[in-house]
């Protein structure tokens, strides 16, 4: 079935990179998401990348896609303490109705 | 521009007691709407999608129900709450289904004692 692993924790120094880490189990999705939810709130779209791309940068953001190996990364440049939060990898589900989730990243961010 | 509204934002209630959670959506029309639900600790499961007025499409068996009553409207409830229905509550709306943008409403967290 589908499925989506990322690692849960992650603990980095003001000014340091981020790089969070997801895998998945389904070869035919198109699109490739990022979210970030602050605590107590809901998720909000980070970045996304399509299939047939490598890699996506957006500011601070830079999005890498192995397809061979299922692997997509989020790396943060410059992390921030507002960057604090809970990052989730997403794929779209094989019959296109919605997105699977993986458990989410927490990132902390101490300064 | 877009917005969507969930309320409330907090409920504590007790088991067995019913569950009425609405999500509303502005500044778009016959939008697709979701609910999830994000257990602690677990990433986000979808419980309901619904492409239109009146159709609610279920992914998951469980104790909860959906409705769209209007286009911008998606209610989701329960006639006895479970200790298991604890979690944040998340309504999420796209342009079209499945689409790569789904934009995610403030949530409820809702404690079920």
């Known amino acids: 079935g589908e499925d989506v692993e990322q690692s849960l924790f992650l603990s980095v120094r003001e000014g340091d990179s981020s790089v969070i880490n997801c895998t998945y189990t389904?070869?035919?999705?198109?699109?490739l998401y990022w979210y970030k939810q602050e605590p107590g709130a809901g998720l909000q779209l980070l970045t996304y990348i399509f299939s047939n791309m490598d890699m996506k940068q957006d500011q601070r953001l830079t999005v890498l896609l192995n397809k061979k190996d299922k692997h997509l990364s989020l790396r943060i440049a410059d992390t921030q303490t507002g960057d604090s939060a809970i990052y989730f990898c997403a794929e779209r589900n094989q019959a296109g109705t919605a997105l699977i989730f993986g458990k989410g990243t927490t990132l902390s961010v101490s300064s | 521009s877009q917005t969507i509204h969930q309320w409330p934002a907090t409920l504590v209630q007790p088991v067995g007691s019913p569950l009425s959670l609405e999500c509303t959506v502005e500044g778009t029309s016959n939008p697709n709407l979701y609910w999830y639900r994000q257990a602690a600790g677990r990433g986000l499961q979808l419980l309901f999608y619904s492409v239109g007025i009146g159709q609610i499409s279920s992914e998951v068996p469980q104790n909860l129900s959906a409705s769209r009553p209007q286009d911008r409207q998606f209610i989701l409830s329960s006639k006895k709450l479970l200790l298991s229905d604890s979690g944040f509550y998340l309504c999420?709306?796209?342009?079209?289904?499945?689409?790569?943008?789904?934009?995610f409403g403030p949530g409820t967290r809702l404690l079920v004692l």
């Open positions: 999420a709306w796209s342009v079209q289904l499945g689409q790569e943008t789904q934009y």
């Open positions: 389904d070869s035919s999705s198109t699109y």
